[in-house]
Each structure stands twice: as C-alpha cells, then as structure tokens.
C-alpha cells in the first residue's frame, strides 16, 4: 500500500512539475494555459455553445432557461415589525389560499399560492413524470398546467386542478378537451422562447406522444408563432369570450413580458380575461435557443411590478389576476412576487428538481437527473411516480410554511395580505422603479433623499427635432 | 317556488355553509397541531404523515375560505331577491 502511495504522489509530483514547466517556459501563443484567459473571456458556456453550435450547425437547445439572473430579488428585504404592529400570534393560522378567477362560473380555488408550470408532456416531460407532478400538485392542493400538449388522461385522472394551455400547436383547442379544464390559458408566448416557432421532430416523436397529440405518422409536432385563428385584436377577445361562456372557468392569457407588457396587458383587459400569466426572461423550458433565454424579454420582477402598476391605473387589481412566472426558485422569492403583486406563481425547474431530488442518486455521475424525467430522457423508466410526487409534496409544504414564518413576522394572517409596504429595497433605482421604499432612510426621508438625487433619476427625454420628426440623444 | 321560499332556502344554505366553515376551521386547527407533534419525531414515516397533516389543514382552510365566499354570494342573492 505504501509503495502505492508512494507511487502516486511520485507520479503527481512528476506530472504537475512537467507542466509547470511547460507553462513557464512555452510562449504563450502556443501555451496549454491559453485556454484559461481565453476561456475566462468567453465564458465556460458560451465556450461550451460555440462548440456545439459549430458540431451541430443548428441552433442548440439548451435546456431549463438562462442562467443569468436578472431579476435582483436581493435587493429586497422583508419587514419584520414588533412593537409598531404586532406580529400574528403563532396560534393563528396563516390562510394560504388563493382564488383564481373570483368572477367566473367555477373559480379555482388553490390550498396554497404555488402552481406548477406549463410543461408539456412529450414536448418536455415524460408520461410519468407528467403524473408525478399533478399528483404532487394534488397532494399540496394545487394545480398543474398541462403545457402547449393535447389533454393527457392520465394526468387528468391524477391533477385534483388542471389547468390547460389552449396553445399554438392547436392540440388542446377542441370543446371536447378544454370542457374538461378548471381554467384555461391561452399560450401567446414563454420567457424562455418568446413567440418563436418550435419543432418536435418526429424522431422524438412515440406512440403514446402521438396519441395524446392526435399526430399522423410521420408528422411533427410543430407550435407555431401566431395561435392559429388568432389573426388580429378581435379574433382574440371574440377567442376570450367564447371559451369563457362555453365553459365557465377562469380564462387568462400567458404571454412572455417583454418592454410592451402594458400594451399587451390593454387587449387582455378588453377581451376581460380573468387571469394574465407573465412569464420573466428567466423563464425555463425543455431546450430553447440560448439567443431566445438570454437575449429577449422583460426580468420577471419588472413583469410582475409593472403589471400590477398597470391593473392598480385600471381599476382591475385583484380582480383580473396576475400570476408570475420565470426563474422562481426560493419561497422568498415567490412571497416577494407576490407582494408585488401576483396573485399566484407557477414554478417549472424547481419542481421538476424537487421531483427528482430523492432519486437522482440513480442517474449520477453517468446521467444528468433529467434523464429521469425529459421524454427522451435515457431512464424515464426508473422514475418512482409516488416517491416523486411525495418529494414534490413535501418541497411544496416546505416552501409555504417558510412563507407563512415570514408572514407572522410581519404581522399578516394570510400570504395574499403581504403587500410592497412589507418591503424595503436596498436600490434607489428599484425603488423608484417599483414603489418600494428605499431601505437606506426612514420613510420620513424617502422625499428629502429622491429630491436631492433628482439629478440621478431624471428621466430620459428624447430631443425631438421638429422638422424631421426623428428621435437625436441629449447633449 | 315564491319568493318567500327561496328567501327561507337561501336562508338554509347559508346557515349549513356557516357550519361547515367552522368545521373545516376547527378540523384545519387539528390538523394543524397534528402536524406540529408529528414533525418534531425523527422518522420519515411520520415525517410524511406530518406534511400531509399540514396540507389537509390548509386546505380546510381553503373550503373555510370558500364557505366564507359563497355565504357572501348568497348574502348579495338574498338582498337583491328582497329589494326586487
């Protein structure tokens, strides 16, 4: 064993000298370390893409979203009171429902204000990892979302609430699928693909898949960047209005946010949808172009403030509802989503890996988690349903209870009392951006310090030259 | 059916829904401390058990708040029946 050891550490020793030598003396032009700065430079992902991208000639399809973090979720902090108001004595219940669509027929009412997000069968998720989420979903008293996929009737059978996407690709457009729903979302975009087309090439295309999306043989699966029938501002509320009297159930609009949210917002309130989905620029999916993840859309903190900016102008806040989406992970974050003004959240990415936590030991180090749940994942066939839908259970429960400790902290009874006025930012421009108070100063000084910083935030007026009607920068 | 009967029906509902919702509070309040015992045990049986616990009492809470709802429907039914 000695002589082992001794033989390693030599061989170590020689093989670390050698090319630290080489290191050294090489010319850098051709030197191994070249790669550091030049990776550094690029960036390990990019680096990674590029290379994909020149093997594969077609855009890659990275998935789960961006990684960048656009949101700054940190900037925000809750407050906690204790003499000025008192905090919820712990014997009282923290209500965590929430109801969508208080106006219709057949509101949905949820148990707590997480829902899971849009993710197709066969588009993303397997079969079985697909019912796993719905009976995890169930289990928590939440709903799960069907994703741009026709109706599934195992998932059906194993959802208490579904929510389905009245999508692009047209498979859950027909009365005899959509009367099934509890609420319906017309799918116009994603964060994480904006309104660009998709294809499913029919390589990636099984029985079942063709079977729940009524494919011939041979046909791919294609979603395509306009909703079919949808051509023009009044196709769209004539849309709203029909499947609203045909069924009676919530009916909402998800749409990717973008600089144009309050001008997309305006239709929706028109066609009097009673819930609008915004889906931030951190917005996951199963495999998009990096270009559409990383380069497009409005960060879901910005979706959410705007939005509620623009219901409270309209007279409609909390009544037509917001629920956010895009990139939330923490509790903390989805309760900040919520005192911004969301309704309810959708998670993706977290609950697929909530879902898969317990069992990814059966995957790594060969295969990535995701080979347990992805449709063409290599081990969709090890997935335990019930083990799965219990983690996710229990994720769920942890997150709330997290939420409901820092409701009672701030003295709140219900998670959809908690408002901007429990925050404080640690930005002056988010707080001018959001209507949260500056967490530098009292809130006795909030004018003095916006007044004398004036200069800092004074908007950007264009100078408009008068003959030409063009836009020229400021001197 | 007169008036005076669908007053004295929605009168009905509206004490029923009444006691489920403080049923399903005073059921949510058990479930609750159930899960508050259960969860402090070092065994993921019980564990699990606890998180449903905690989960069938939030959603009682959840029919106590749809009680709440529909009594108020009711409530705007039975005024806008009387003032018609």
């Excluded at chain 1, 295309?205 to 699966?221: H, K, P």
């Excluded at chain 1, 919530?250 to 917002?265: F, Q, R, Y």
Aim: aromatic share 6%.
């Amino acid at each position: 064993m000695k002589l082992i050891e001794n033989y390693v550490r030599s061989l170590i020793n020689e093989t670390i000298d050698k090319g630290i030598t080489r290191v050294s003396y090489d010319q850098y032009i051709e030197n191994l370390f070249e790669l550091v700065p030049a990776t550094k430079k690029v960036g390990i992902i990019n680096l990674v893409e590029l290379v994909m991208r020149a093997t594969q000639g077609t855009p890659v399809p990275r998935p789960l979203g961006s990684h960048l973090h656009f949101s700054p979720w940190e900037k925000l902090l809750f407050n906690p009171v204790h003499l000025f108001r008192f905090p919820t004595p712990e014997n009282v219940g923290i209500d965590t429902s929430v109801t969508i669509g208080n106006n219709t027929r057949k509101p949905l009412t949820l148990s707590i204000p997480i829902m899971i997000a849009a993710m197709s069968f066969g588009g993303a998720l397997s079969k079985s990892a697909k019912i796993a989420l719905a009976k995890g979903a169930s289990m928590a008293g939440t709903a799960t979302n069907t994703g741009e996929a026709g109706l599934m009737e195992e998932e059906r059978a194993a959802a208490s609430l579904l929510i389905g996407q009245y999508n692009r690709g047209g498979w859950m457009n027909t009365p005899e699928k959509y009367n099934r729903l509890d609420a319906i979302e017309i799918q116009l975009g994603q964060g994480a693909q904006g309104s660009s087309p998709q294809r499913t090439s029919v390589k990636n295309i099984g029985e079942d898949y063709r079977e729940v999306f009524e494919l011939s043989e041979g046909e791919d699966a294609v979603i395509h960047s306009r909703l079919p029938g949808v051509y023009n501002k009044e196709d769209f509320i004539q849309l709203v209005r029909k499947l609203k009297d045909e069924t009676g159930v919530p009916v909402g609009l998800k749409i990717a946010a973008s600089h144009h949210l309050e001008k997309e917002l305006e239709i929706a309130l028109e066609a009097e949808v009673d819930f609008v989905t915004v889906d931030g620029a951190e917005g996951g999916t199963h495999g998009g172009a990096p270009t559409l993840q990383d380069d497009m859309g409005l960060p879901t903190l910005f979706s959410i403030s705007r939005a509620a900016q623009f219901f409270i102008n309209k007279q409609v806040f909390k009544k037509t509802n917001i629920i956010a989406t895009g990139g939330l992970v923490t509790p903390g974050q989805i309760l900040k989503a919520m005192a911004l003004g969301a309704d309810a959240v959708y998670i993706g990415t977290a609950a697929v890996m909530a879902l898969v936590s317990e069992q990814m030991v059966e995957t790594v180090p060969f295969e990535p988690p995701t080979s347990l749940v992805v449709y063409t994942g290599k081990m969709t066939d090890t997935l335990d349903i019930d083990k799965g839908a219990r983690s996710l259970s229990r994720y769920l429960n942890a997150c709330v209870k997290e939420m409901e400790l820092v409701a009672i902290s701030m003295g709140r009874t219900a998670l959809s009392e908690v408002a901007k006025s429990d925050l404080c930012s640690l930005d002056p421009f988010l707080s001018k951006a959001t209507g949260v108070k500056l967490g530098y100063i009292s809130d006795e000084e909030q004018g003095r310090f916006f007044s004398e910083s004036q200069s800092f935030f004074s908007p950007y007026s264009p100078h408009v030259e008068q003959n030409s009607g063009t836009v020229s920068q400021p001197h | 059916m007169d008036q005076k009967e669908l007053l004295n029906t929605l009168s009905y509902l509206s004490s029923e829904i009444s006691r489920i919702e403080t049923m399903a509070g005073t059921l949510s309040s058990i479930e609750k401390e159930h899960y508050n015992k259960l969860a402090g045990f070092d065994h993921n049986e019980l564990r699990d058990v606890a998180v449903e616990e905690h989960s069938a009492s939030r959603q009682l809470g959840t029919i106590k708040q749809m009680c709440v709802s529909m009594n108020q429907k009711i409530t705007n039914l039975e005024e806008s029946l009387k003032n018609s």
